[in-house]
């Protein structure tokens, strides 16, 4: 039975919709408040935004009739309660109003944090697609939630989650997972600058430091990264290969390097490729019996052992309620780290001086890029989640890794506290679960 149903279901013995909270307006956010409200059982109750008019934008174009938009939390909360919608200007407001799920699509990793730490504290299911912030401190919000009633998860239609989904084919049918990735639809230019796309952003009405942020490459390292921690499958090098291979490719060159492909790890990892895989998911499989290899290749997957089982497309917003579905019917995450098995670090795109305030992800000065946790944590690398804000005190040349002796970090950010939490409770074995940096 699908989600929708069920989820008429639960309508139908509560009397009420699911209602849902969302936490940030900019284009991933308002595709997503139009969505949730077309999905039977589901309501659009609230959406917070720092500019209040575009919440109010957003509940519009879902098509929400009755939106008030108020400051005051009592009437936020009458209203919702009333069966109508409302747009604050506050995430963490949300997390005090008769929401059942909060979704969070800021973008910005500080934000994502408090509100989904917050959240969580309020008993309140959790879903991010700020998969940044999940990169650096996700073990300790998966660890909260697990302990608890709530749901924490990392939403569907981002390439992580869906890499996962084609993982669990796999396995269930038998085949033994050698390579799981995406392919990459931008350009890898680790030294872009928001200034070199902005013209090529406002072509495609992004916000240039997202586009950045995909070109530099650090969302592709962040996106495997929490794969990575999710799976506990290893990067098979530090940064992954990133190699241009096309989709008949896959099963070729994805494989391991005694039967002719680049892998050097015995046992799966997680990878990237250009070309035309993306904007897809893939699995590489073994097949490890002679009989079902045989069906394998007379059913045109391929010519075995190994196969690519390929998903062409990810939905990013359009198909994020699913993981609604998932928490609010089947009480279980699409996808939350597991493991700390790797750590997206913050590089210098050039010539840094002492005294500099960085800018965070996607910005001028520093990219992302995945290594193994042990690695970073050995060499006191600095996250790239916790980059925005911090001041150098010493100059960084152009590639050089930042590490947490080298900035003076704003201990008040809550962002920064859960991750010297997370930090200390890995260290001390406190959070469990595999690999661990």
């Known amino acids: 039975m699908s989600y929708s149903q069920r989820l008429l279901e639960r309508e139908r013995a509560t009397g009420r919709p699911v209602r849902v909270g969302v936490v940030g307006a900019g284009q991933m956010g308002s595709g997503l408040v139009a969505q949730i409200n077309r999905v039977p059982g589901l309501f659009m109750s609230a959406v917070a935004d720092i500019d209040v008019t575009r919440a109010e934008r957003a509940l519009a174009g879902a098509g929400c009739a009755q939106v008030t938009s108020t400051d005051d939390l009592t009437a936020a909360a009458a209203a919702i309660e009333a069966g109508g919608s409302v747009a604050v200007n506050s995430g963490l407001a949300l997390t005090r109003l008769p929401v059942d799920v909060i979704v969070e699509v800021s973008g910005v990793p500080d934000v994502a944090a408090e509100v989904a730490y917050a959240s969580l504290l309020a008993g309140k299911d959790t879903l991010l697609m700020t998969v940044e912030a999940d990169v650096t401190v996700g073990l300790l919000l998966a660890a909260m939630a697990n302990a608890g009633g709530a749901i924490y998860s990392v939403c569907r239609g981002d390439e992580p989650v869906e890499c996962l989904k084609l993982i ?37 009405g992004m916000n240039p430091k997202m586009l950045c942020s995909f070109t530099d490459g650090t969302k592709t390292q962040v996106e495997m990264c929490a794969l990575s921690n999710a799976t506990g499958y290893p990067l098979d090098v530090p940064g992954m290969h990133g190699v241009p291979c096309s989709i008949d490719e896959l099963a070729t060159m994805l494989v391991p390097a005694a039967d002719g492909g ?107 890029f995945a290594v193994p946790a042990e690695d970073a944590r050995s060499q006191g690398a600095l996250p790239v989640g916790l980059a925005a804000g911090c001041v150098l005190t010493r100059d960084i040349a152009a590639g050089e890794t930042l590490g947490y002796a080298d900035v003076v ?27 661990v940096g």
């Open 168 to 204: 669990e084919y796999a396995q269930d049918i038998g085949l033994e997972v050698v390579v799981v990735g995406k392919g990459k639809n931008n350009p890898m230019r680790p030294t872009d600058t928001p200034d070199d796309v902005t013209e090529e952003a406002l072509a495609k």
């Open 409 to 435: 970090l704003d201990e008040s950010r809550p962002i920064v506290a859960m991750r010297r939490l997370q930090d200390a409770m890995l260290a001390n074995g406190a959070l469990g679960g595999g690999r």
């Open 262 to 368: 680049i892998v050097t790890h015995d046992g799966p990892v997680v990878e990237y490729v250009t070309g035309n895989v993306a904007p897809g998911v893939f699995v590489i499989a073994k097949s490890t019996n002679d009989v079902v290899t045989h069906e394998l290749d007379y059913l045109h997957l391929g010519s075995g052992p190994y196969y690519s089982l390929y998903r062409p497309y990810h939905l990013a917003s359009i198909e994020a309620n699913l993981s609604i579905g998932e928490a609010v019917v089947d009480r279980r995450p699409s996808f939350q780290p597991t493991t700390w098995t790797s750590e997206v670090i913050a590089v210098a795109k050039s010539d840094l001086k002492a005294g500099l305030r960085i800018e965070g992800i996607g910005g001028h000065h520093v990219y992302g």
